[in-house]
Structure formats: C-alpha cells, structure tokens
Nanobody, 128 residues
Framework: QVQLFESGGGLVQPGGSLSLSCEPS????????VAWFRQTPGKEREFVAT????????HYADSVKGRSTISRDVVKNTAYLQIDNLKPADTAVYYC?????????????????????WGQGTQVTVST
C-alpha cells in the first residue's frame, strides 16, 4: 500500500506562485502515474493535472492550463505541481493521487476513481 505525502501549501497572495510536492512511501515513484486534484467544501473533487508514469505526457484542467506545471523528479522520487498567477478561485485542498502503471489508462487521466492512492491533502489559500 503506497502512502502519499503532500507539502507546500499555505497562504499566498493573488498573483503569486506556489509549488506543491508529493512524495510516496516507497520507491520508485516512476512506476506510477501521478495527478493532482483539488476540492473545496461542498464541491466534488476537481481535476488539476496529471503526468503519466513515463513523464512523457501531461494533462491540465482548463482552469490552470498555461499557468501550471506538473513534473516529477526521478532522483528525488517526488512529483510536483507549480501554479503561477494564483487566483482566489484556486483556493482549495490539493490532493496528490497515484495510479500503478499496470492499471492506469491515460484516457482516465482526470477521473478521481481511477487513482488507487491518495494523500491527505494540503490547504492552499489565495487571499490578500
């Protein structure tokens, strides 16, 4: 059972940037597709970005496309999500999710139910 640990959340001013990290409890993380989702109270979990286990393919939600980068560092065994030009609408709990390379179907890159492992989430608040 893989555990995921997110970090990097906090309070950020509008227009600022942040970088979230996701570290798994086992190596190598490259065996998994990794995604970020976010959720606000009373709403369903929303897709943000996905990177395939090879790192060759990435997908982004329209809400963050052009100002967000998902990446992975094989040496550090960590995945990242960078979001620039943050907006109050980006305020949410951000969750890291992973799916085994043997189970992951890239056609489901934005479906929460297709990811087997989840972190506890990290709060991001965009406010003055």
């Amino acid at each position: 059972q893989v555990q995921l640990f997110e970090s990097g959340g906090g309070l950020v001013q509008p227009g600022g940037s942040l970088s979230l990290s996701c570290e798994p409890s086992e190596r190598p993380f490259r065996k998994y597709a990794v995604a970020w989702f976010r959720q606000t109270p009373g709403k369903e979990r929303e897709f943000v970005a996905t990177v395939t286990w090879t790192g060759a393919s990435t997908h982004y939600a329209d809400s963050v496309k052009g100002r967000s980068t998902i990446s992975r560092d094989v040496v550090k065994n960590t995945a990242y999500l960078q979001i620039d030009n943050l907006k109050p609408a980006d305020t949410a709990v951000y969750y890291c999710a992973a799916s085994s390379q043997y189970l992951f179907d890239v056609a489901h890159y934005n479906v929460p139910g297709k990811f087997e492992y989840w972190g506890q989430g990290t709060q991001v608040t965009v406010s003055t």
